[in-house]
């Protein structure tokens, strides 16, 4: 492959320095990228079994790696008073998240060293940074369009479920309270999924970056001020993907400041091509179309899958809606609604095929598996923190009531409840309204 290098003045030792520094960075950081984002891999992998094992095993021995180093760095050199036990899961802010980050930086500032004194005599990095900018540009890319897709489809923050319609606000974490904020309408959650979309596409192509890097900084500033703010823990994430836009940003910040704040002249931008053989030109135009296609074409899929699955167009369970206890039969006995009473049922939430969540008179939470059988009119009820806990319960059930009786722990129970109508809820009934002639703010 020939190069073509553009005539570009010779770098100062600070902005050398520099571009090691987070040119170092970046890799580690986006690391097992672009390995992991191969056009179509999950449809090559699955046309047999060990493509998809080899292909797997490169990023299961990758995430190994690193489950070894990081706990042995935080136990000999930071000496932390407790083992990491817990690595990425749900949350990305974990204390492995900590310390491999504060490793991905020491291991480039010892790279940025060693790659000044072994390189000291160059004179500049503008191919090498070139490269760099076309990974980032596809890496942040590949981000937009998983988190703006879903976020169109309305998967990462769903409306919310009948136990959160139900579940005291002063009870809500601040990282749930923005769950449901931005899950309660699929017009904003789209809004937000668009605009990360818009950005990631802009930074596809060359001539559009500059504003795709804006606006990714832009979206995901925000993003990052949310995950801070609300206790989101994607604060690490978040903040490096904004430091990665920033980095797209800053050789333009010059041209930038003389537009719009030093009302001087500015030179239009020269795209030079760092690929002067035509056969290579060809290749990469080829995986350039395929990268485009797969990113559309993954991302969608797989939310149009997932909506059926989990999203707003999933099947509901058998009886599914909030039950509230009208009284409950013990042992032959009619129970008092005690606040005290730590066992009666108070209130029935079936939202989830196979699960139940159940409040109990104190208002404690308690989850059972909850399967039911539409056919023998029958529930298999068990705790989930205890499955040795089992019964069979029968239930009738129509429009408006639910009846459960059987025997749980040797007691005879007969629980009568009346299912509460969704609607009633201010959040699902009041909708949009183009005219308020007065501010409806409950």
């Known amino acids: 492959?020939?190069?073509?290098?553009?005539?570009?003045?010779?770098?100062?030792?600070?902005?050398?320095?520099?571009?090691?520094?987070?040119?170092?960075?970046?890799?580690?950081?986006?690391?097992?990228?672009?390995?992991?984002?191969?056009?179509?891999?999950?449809?090559?992998?699955?046309?047999?079994?060990?493509?998809?094992?080899?292909?797997?095993?490169?990023?299961?021995?990758?995430?190994?790696?690193?489950?070894?180093?990081?706990?042995?760095?935080?136990?000999?050199?930071?000496?932390?008073?407790?083992?990491?036990?817990?690595?990425?899961?749900?949350?990305?802010?974990?204390?492995?998240?900590?310390?491999?980050?504060?490793?991905?930086?020491?291991?480039?500032?010892?790279?940025?060293?060693?790659?000044?004194?072994?390189?000291?005599?160059?004179?500049?990095?503008?191919?090498?940074?070139?490269?760099?900018?076309?990974?980032?540009?596809?890496?942040?890319?590949?981000?937009?369009?998983?988190?703006?897709?879903?976020?169109?489809?309305?998967?990462?923050?769903?409306?919310?479920?009948?136990?959160?319609l139900v579940q005291p606000f002063g009870d809500k974490s601040p990282m749930g309270l923005a769950w449901s904020f931005i899950g309660y309408s699929k017009g904003y959650s789209a809004f937000s999924g668009i605009a990360e979309l818009i950005g990631g596409i802009l930074l596809l192509f060359r001539r559009t970056t500059l504003i795709g890097a804006i606006t990714v900084a832009i979206v995901m500033l925000n993003v990052a001020m949310l995950n801070y703010f609300y206790d989101v823990p994607v604060k690490l994430f978040s903040s490096m993907l904004v430091i990665m836009s920033i980095f797209l940003?800053?050789?333009?910040?010059?041209?930038?400041?003389?537009?719009?704040?030093?009302?001087?002249?500015?030179?239009?931008?020269?795209?030079?091509?760092?690929?002067?053989?035509?056969?290579?030109?060809?290749?990469?135009?080829?995986?350039?179309?395929?990268?485009?296609?797969?990113l559309f074409?993954?991302?969608?899929?797989?939310?149009?899958?997932?909506q059926k699955s989990y999203g707003d167009n999933r099947e509901l369970p058998p009886l599914y809606g909030i039950y509230n206890s009208e009284f409950v039969v013990k042992n032959n006995d009619t129970l008092l609604p005690l606040t005290t009473d730590t066992t009666q049922w108070k209130q029935l939430i079936i939202q989830f095929k196979e699960g139940a969540q159940v409040k109990m008179m104190n208002d404690s939470i308690k989850r059972f598996n909850f399967v039911v059988d539409t056919v023998a009119k029958q529930v298999q009820l068990y705790q989930n923190d205890d499955t040795a806990i089992s019964s069979l319960f029968s239930y009738k059930a129509d429009t408006s009531e639910l009846v459960l009786q059987g025997v749980w722990k040797k007691d005879t129970l007969f629980m009568k409840f009346k299912k509460y109508d969704i609607k009633k809820f201010r959040l699902v009934s009041r909708g949009f309204n183009w005219i308020n002639e007065y501010p409806y703010n409950r």
């Not at 135009?285 to 990268?291: A, D, G, M, N, P």
């Not at 969608?300 to 997932?306: C, F, Q």
């Open 249 to 294: 940003i800053v050789p333009d910040l010059k041209r930038l400041g003389n537009l719009f704040f030093f009302n001087k002249p500015i030179a239009a931008t020269t795209f030079p091509a760092m690929i002067s053989n035509r056969k290579m030109k060809v290749v990469r135009v080829v995986l350039k179309l395929l990268i485009i296609a797969s």
């Open 297 to 306: 074409y993954s991302n969608i899929s797989n939310s149009i899958s997932n």
């Open 1 to 164: 492959m020939t190069i073509a290098t553009a005539s570009q003045p010779t770098w100062s030792f600070y902005e050398k320095f520099g571009f090691r520094f987070f040119c170092c960075l970046f890799i580690i950081y986006i690391l097992p990228f672009p390995l992991d984002s191969i056009p179509f891999m999950n449809e090559i992998s699955g046309l047999h079994e060990k493509i998809g094992q080899w292909y797997g095993a490169i990023f299961e021995g990758y995430t190994a790696f690193w489950h070894a180093i990081v706990p042995w760095f935080a136990k000999n050199l930071l000496h932390l008073d407790k083992p990491i036990t817990i690595f990425s899961n749900g949350s990305g802010d974990t204390t492995y998240d900590y310390v491999l980050l504060l490793l991905f930086f020491i291991l480039a500032f010892i790279g940025s060293i060693f790659w000044s004194v072994l390189d000291k005599k160059r004179a500049s990095y503008n191919q090498a940074h070139y490269w760099l900018r076309v990974a980032l540009r596809y890496y942040l890319a590949g981000m937009m369009f998983v988190y703006g897709i879903i976020k169109i489809f309305h998967l990462q923050m769903p409306f919310p479920y009948l136990s959160q």
